[in-house]
């Protein structure tokens, strides 16, 4: 549904205020003016370095914090008006998210049982003439992961990519419409990431989960989804289809974002006089992107970047 | 090839982690060589064995872990005959390590330059001005400013703190470094930026590199020679061109085809 976004974003800022020991408190812009719309059962890609806000931005939409300025929809609702912690709990319920730390995000003293028991019990998932049992062995089902099997075995007894499947297997038991996945192959090994990918594929495809998924990594974000926003310093500096951006960057960031992805197929040759010239240039792109205040301009249907 | 253009060579190495079950074979009679200002390149997925033969070359594996057969030549001496005041001495000097995680290979307590004069006065017993003068030569080298010395780790961004174990590995002009997935825990742009580095000194002072880690895409770009590991064994060795354009074991072939490249069919139905 076009018209009717699944999730908006309107203008939202938020401020960190840094109070340290020895100098005066320190303003940190973690957001600034953020707005994007995300159709149900879509997906997009939020890109960008450590500290550009991306993580900051998915935690604001899964409620984690309170924004200073701006709103935040789900299916048409606002998050940052709920008032009750039944209000709180539907929102909470909508969206869900996985981190990246497969290893940290569970609990090591329980088992699987336990962590998908708990969200099915509490957001009573369980519908009349099914049972709790039938409900934990459909959940893994869908993560495509062996119910007798996995059922009471604990965290330290699965690899990182069978982890992560119970991470979404928990979102899902929840009954998640948006899933907020928040680098969550990175710590994965090479030979595992692209069946993570390939679930979440077909969670948006077959189960119509719609996906924020916030990675640093280029190629992945372009394979599962269909926009993409590049982030740099608390702000979108280049939003559109992820393979125009991909195809032909237009922002000097995502330039220098993209020429950075390891290619097997260019050698770096670099005699020791040369060996910098790529951090001074990078560098330098940073500094104008970080100092540029231009707002986003429409350059083609669906593209938006931020004038150098 | 003569032995003396070999500036590591294994032989049959074997290391095995006891456990409550009897020995593992974590590495299982691994021959590998490296010859003088080569970048080998050592891919594979975690639990492969490729941070074992790591610590077992500099010999800093620990118990449970033991080197249970083969030979380990360096520089055309036998690395497991030393007794521990000559692999002290040797450790660093000769051939010195980077870690995937600068902030655990730096002591946070400590400044950046205790840091270098700690290994400066250990190995060469110059005083603190020497070091000095040592140190902020290196940091220059590396493109941060000397003043960073006095600085302790947490006030330098991930980048710049890869720089300094960096710099810190080549203190002693050692002859080959062994880097055990470098750039890893860093974002792209900064991983371009590790890499330019690497590769700037490398050609600038020769050294041989161990270059360890799971991204083929990005060891392609900048090593010599790959070798595939897989449970323990190396599959498959070759120049990294062949490796890329013409590889001949399964599992090297399942490797590449395990990252999404800008190259692949949409995703989306």
């Known amino acids: 549904m076009a018209d009717q976004p699944y999730l908006e974003v309107k203008g939202v800022s938020k401020t960190y205020t840094l109070k340290t020991i020895f100098s005066g408190s320190k303003q940190v812009k973690a957001l600034q003016d953020i707005s994007f719309k995300l159709g149900r059962g879509e997906a997009l890609a939020l890109v960008g370095e450590s500290g550009s806000g991306k993580s900051t931005c998915g935690r604001a939409i899964a409620g984690m ?35 990246q730390d497969p290893f940290a995000s569970l609990n090591p003293t329980h088992t699987v049982r336990h962590h998908l028991a708990r969200p099915l019990t509490l957001h009573k998932r369980v519908p009349e003439g099914s049972t709790l049992e039938q409900e934990l062995v459909r959940t893994l089902e869908d993560v495509e992961l062996e119910p007798d099997v996995m059922l009471d075995k604990f965290p330290h007894e699965l690899s990182g990519g069978q982890r992560q499947r119970i991470n979404l297997a928990r979102a899902l038991a929840v009954g998640a419409e948006l899933i907020i996945a928040d680098e969550p192959t990175s710590m994965l090994d090479v030979s595992i990431r692209r069946s993570i990918l390939n679930l979440m594929n077909r969670l948006k495809t077959d189960r119509g989960i719609t996906f924020l998924y ?95 | ?19 409550l079950d009897g020995p593992f074979r974590a590495v299982k009679g691994v021959d590998l060589h490296i010859n003088r200002g080569e970048v080998l390149g050592l891919a594979g997925e975690s639990g492969c064995g490729k941070s074992t033969i790591a610590y077992a070359l500099m010999r800093l594996h620990r118990p449970p872990a033991f080197i249970s057969g083969g030979t380990i030549t360096i520089d055309g ?37 205790e840091q270098f004069r700690d290994v400066y006065h250990r190995h060469t017993g110059e005083d603190t001005a020497a070091a000095r003068v040592r140190a902020e030569e290196l940091m220059d080298l ?37 880097m055990d997935e470098p750039t890893t825990a860093l974002d792209v742009v900064v991983q371009r930026e590790i890499l330019q580095e690497i590769a700037g000194l490398q050609k600038k002072f020769g050294f ?8 083929l895409a ?12 897989l449970q323990g064994e190396i599959v498959e060795v070759n120049s990294a061109h062949e490796i890329l354009h013409n590889p001949q074991h399964d599992y090297t072939k399942q490797l590449w085809d395990a990252m999404p490249s800008f190259d692949d069919a949409k995703g989306v139905a």
Do not use: C
């Open chain 2, 218 to 229: 990005l060891m392609s770009q900048f090593a010599d020679r790959i070798a595939i590991m």
């Open chain 1, 65 to 99: 914090f309170d924004i200073d300025e701006g709103d935040i929809l789900v299916n048409g609702k606002s998050i940052t008006s709920a008032r009750n912690s039944k209000e709180k709990r539907e929102n909470a319920q909508k969206v869900q998210m996985v981190f």
């Open chain 2, 77 to 113: 001496e036998d690395v497991l005959s030393f007794d521990e005041e000559k692999l002290a001495q040797w450790r660093w000097s000769k051939v010195s390590l980077v870690f995937q995680s600068a902030m655990n290979a730096l002591n946070p307590v400590l400044t950046i330059f």
């Open chain 1, 214 to 308: 916030i990675t640093h990594d280029l190629a992945t974000a372009h394979y599962l989804t269909e926009n993409t926003a590049v982030m740099y310093g608390g702000r979108i500096v280049e939003y559109g289809p992820s393979d125009a951006i991909v195809r032909d960057p237009q922002h000097p960031y995502s330039q220098l974002l993209l020429s950075s992805v390891p290619n097997a197929h260019t050698r770096i040759n670099a005699d020791f006089e040369h060996a910098r010239d790529f951090s001074k240039f990078a560098d330098r792109v940073r500094t104008e992107t970080a100092a540029s205040t231009a707002g986003l301009k429409e350059i083609a249907a669906g593209r938006f970047v931020r004038a150098a």
């Open chain 2, 142 to 178: 590396v493109g941060i400013d000397p003043a960073r010395l006095d600085d302790y780790p947490h006030q330098l961004s991930g980048g710049m703190r890869q720089r300094v174990v960096l710099a810190n590995a080549l203190i002693l002009e050692p002859q080959m470094i062994i």
């Open chain 2, 1 to 19: 090839m003569t032995q003396s253009e070999r500036f590591l060579d294994l032989k049959g190495l074997e290391v095995d982690y006891m456990t």
């Open chain 2, 208 to 215: 041989s590199i161990l270059f360890i880690t799971h991204d």
